[in-house]
């Protein structure tokens, strides 16, 4: 008897009142954590760069329809722009540095 929930009505109105956060928001977020670190390996940061910021603007829009998370997929979509900077920033001082034979 002591396992019966009382509050079922309460739980279930408290659990369906809040949105979940996309999931586009989400990836995007991590891409931006993750691309910086991967800005250090071009290639790789173009990739990881790239697809965050589409799927972060793909985030925003689906957070204005009825899901939350917009904060999510503009803080994705942020890192990874200056992910990309910070690649482009790389690409050309090594392509530079490679040019002119400094090393």
């Known amino acids: 008897m002591s396992d019966y929930n009382w509050n079922n009505e309460a739980d279930n109105n408290e659990s369906n009142s809040k949105p ?14 993750v691309g910086l670190a991967a800005w250090c390996l071009p290639c790789l940061g173009y990739i990881v760069t790239i697809v965050g910021i589409i799927l972060g603007i793909l985030g925003i829009r689906e957070t204005q329809k009825d ?7 503009i803080a994705g979509v942020v890192l990874c722009a200056i992910s990309l900077v910070l690649t482009l920033i790389n690409s050309f001082l ?10």
Not at 23 to 30: C, F, K, N, S, T
Not at 67 to 73: D, I, T
Request: proline share 0%; charged share 10%; aromatic share 6%.
């Open 20 to 33: 979940k956060a996309s999931g586009l928001a989400i990836a995007a977020l991590v891409l931006g954590i």
């Open 67 to 73: 899901k939350g998370g917009k904060g999510m997929a």
């Open 94 to 103: 090594g392509a530079y540095i490679a040019v002119n034979g400094m090393f």
